[in-house]
């Protein structure tokens, strides 16, 4: 038998009734997710189990409410199975429920962590004037090329932020440098390029304001080293000393995801089995399309944990 990676979905997964079944089930997952609300100070479990869609999709929401479903997830199968992985890696935000899992931070303080980088987010590029767009069945290097061309004529910022898969490519910048990228990936021939719904540019230089806020908050956590090595976002290679996951979490604001990368590190190591905790099939959709000779199992609930029989 191989290797297991726990992975840990991102933006984009999230939907309305999110950990309800979990706190259905009692255990430790209900007794976390019970203490949320507490710590953040308001009702994030109110947004997650009855909406509106508009409220969690704020990205301020949508990120403690996504780490939130993920880290009670891993709670359970730790109460029902005690299974641990060898490596963890997670999507964007989905990094600090990575780290969490793997000692780096108690799961409430990676509740907490991301509630501030929703806020430092949203708060980096005023509304209306970031966007993001997804690059589909274009070649990484055009994706580029475009991006470089739609920043020397408009002077703006438009750079790849996500390397999802070979066929999903995100862009991410001012909405006239993206909408520029646009036009010219039309140009050369592009079939699909789909303008994302989002509330902020995530991971492109105008979110340093955010970077500099989350280095300052980092700077006050206690981080422990990893008992689970991390295949971090940002270099697509693992890490565990503390230092560096703190470094690194700083960097991947502005840095792009690089997640085919990051998969492909983990077959590298021996990883033959990828385990998604959370919300949805996100990444289990991917994983079809980096590699399909490795398995991928989805977690989401109780009624799931059946499947982990690895």
Known sequence: MGKTAFLFPGQGAQSVGMGRDLVDCGGASAKFIASVDEVLGFSLTDIMFNGPAETLTLTENTQPALVTTALAVFLLVQEKTGFKPDYVAGHSLGEYAAISAAGGFDPLEAVRLVRLRGEAMRS?????????????????????????????????????????????????????????????????GAKRCIPLAVSAPFHCPLM????????????KTQISDLSIPLVANV????????????????????????????????????????????????????????????????????????????
Request: aromatic share 2%.
């Open 124 to 188: 980096a590029v005023p509304p209306g004037e970031g966007s993001m767009a997804a690059m589909l069945n274009m070649d990484a290097q055009l994706v580029t090329e475009v991006c470089q061309e739609a920043e020397r004529i408009t002077s703006g910022v438009c750079v790849p932020a996500n390397y999802n898969t070979s066929a999903q490519i995100v862009i991410s910048g001012h909405k006239y440098a993206v909408d520029q990228a646009l036009a010219l990936a039309k140009d050369r």
């Open 208 to 219: 340093a304001p955010a970077a500099a806020k989350m280095a300052e908050v980092l700077a």
């Open 235 to 310: 270099t697509a290679r693992e890490c565990s000393g503390a230092a560096q996951v703190e470094k690194q979490l700083v960097e991947q604001i502005t840095g792009a995801v690089r997640w085919e990368e990051s998969i492909q590190r983990l077959v590298e190591l021996g990883v033959d089995t990828f385990v998604e905790l959370g919300t949805g099939k996100v990444l289990s959709g991917m994983m079809k399309r980096i590699d399909k000779s490795v398995k991928a199992i989805t977690i989401n609930g109780p009624q799931d944990l059946d499947k982990l029989t690895v």
